[in-house]
């Protein structure tokens, strides 16, 4: 099973609110990722966990906040977004960071 | 930032074999290669990965010259549903942590 679920599908949010972003994976997995992709472009990296803790911020805006639960959960925390922040985010496991890393089918963000 | 190179888009018929060549001089010793598909609106999908020589598996090859400054991902008798943004990933180790970072991608067009 390679199975990484991502929630909601769909989310539409105001500039003022709070939201979050859920992904769960029961493979194992100790590396966890959180990329953005805008139409016709490719994901770009946000965050990577490594063994729960945070090891890689890619000098994301503060209004994104990740959160690693436990080692099968990843939330990223949304406050004060803009539109130009609306895109697909991708969430992504892999068994140790070094190697091949699963993605889930993302969260349609739209801020208006 | 990627540290890989592929054409940007690439043309084929159905039930021909298709290419897809990466570059990527700087691979560092411990990096391995890994190849996503990724259709509009969803998540990349894992086809191959390989350190060095051949790897091969259901849907795919993967060559690796002995210098492995480049790969090239063998799709073999691709059909219409086989349309879709390819990407060739070769990690980037940080003091803090492995990143993997997307490139641009090759979109393949497949035509009847």
């Known amino acids: ?112 | 930032l990627a540290k890989t190179t592929q054409p940007i888009s690439m043309d084929s018929y159905e039930g021909q074999e298709v290419n897809i060549t990466c570059s990527h001089n700087n691979i560092a010793t411990n990096d391995y290669i890994t190849w996503y598909q990724q259709f509009p609106s969803q998540g990349p999908r894992f086809i191959i990965q390989g350190y060095k020589t051949k790897v091969t598996n259901e849907v795919a090859s993967l060559f690796i010259p002995a210098d492995r400054k480049s790969s090239t991902l063998s799709l073999p008798r691709v059909s219409l549903s086989d349309t879709a943004v390819y990407y060739c990933l070769v990690g980037d180790l940080k003091n803090s942590g492995y990143a993997l970072n997307f490139g641009k991608g090759t979109s393949l067009l497949v035509t009847p």
């Open chain 1, 1 to 112: 099973d390679t199975e990484v679920t991502q929630t909601p599908k769909h989310l539409v949010m105001g500039m003022t609110n709070k939201k979050s972003l859920k992904c769960e994976q029961h493979m194992g997995h100790r590396a966890m990722y959180w990329y953005k992709q805008k139409a016709k472009k490719p994901p770009e990296l946000m965050f990577v966990y490594s063994y729960e803790k945070l090891s890689i911020n890619e000098s994301v805006p503060s209004r994104f906040s990740p959160e690693c639960p436990n080692s099968s959960l990843l939330n990223l925390h949304l406050h004060a977004l803009q539109p130009e922040d609306s895109a697909l985010y991708l969430c992504a496991s892999g068994p140790n960071g070094y190697t091949e890393a699963f993605f889930g089918q993302g969260t349609r963000l739209t801020v208006v």
